[in-house]
């Protein structure tokens, strides 16, 4: 439960044990049930999966249904769902298990190891084909977003909201501002899929060569 979780942060010298104990829902379930060990994760990892997959939510629902899944769905790689209020603040002592880092899926530049199968140069090419619709883009957001970018995460969506490497997390955030805390400013990174039919339409719409000069 919740109190166990926090040992793996006020206990040092016992926080392999504990991890060992730990339990979570997974995508590997329809459950929200939190009855899969690192263990099993592990045992479950693709080939060439180096990193343990998890992603922070308010909801076992919303974590559930987060767009940044869809590259782990098409790629068979189990995913933690992490619902629990304090459990971004134990990620943050939770680095990693049995050699394997921990990795939160809706921040930074998505690392799949040795499962991407040439995503990242395929990502490239796709960034600067669109170089235009993502200048447009990060002129009308820019008060609003600190990057936007061509991402590989998203099969079937048309963008989502990534948090930047270093920022604090969401969950974390909220915490924080509850205690009474200020914190500075933290804008969210934009990520895009130009291949989606909305941003089809919405490049083409700005495309001379449709509606003539």
Known sequence: GKVLKEGVAEDSGNHDKIAGLLRFATTNTNSAT????????????????????????????????????????????????????????????????????????????????????????????????????????????ADDVKDVRVTHRLIESPACLVVDEYDMGKQMRRIMEASGQSLPESKPIFEINPEHTLLKRLEAEHDPSRFGD
């Open 34 to 141: 939190q009855n899969v060990s690192l263990a099993d994760y592990l045992s479950r990892m693709q080939p060439g999966q180096d990193k343990i997959y998890y992603i922070s939510a308010d909801s076992h629902n919303a974590a559930k249904a987060s767009p940044h899944l869809e590259v782990f769905r098409k790629k068979n790689i189990e995913v933690l769902l992490l619902s629990d209020p304090i459990d971004e603040w134990v990620t943050g002592y939770l680095r990693e298990f049995e050699g394997k880092t921990f990795v939160d899926v809706g921040r930074g530049q998505l690392d799949l190891g040795d499962t991407t199968d040439g995503d990242a140069d395929a990502t490239e090419k796709l960034a600067e084909q669109h170089k235009d619709l993502l200048e447009r883009i990060k002129n009308i957001l």
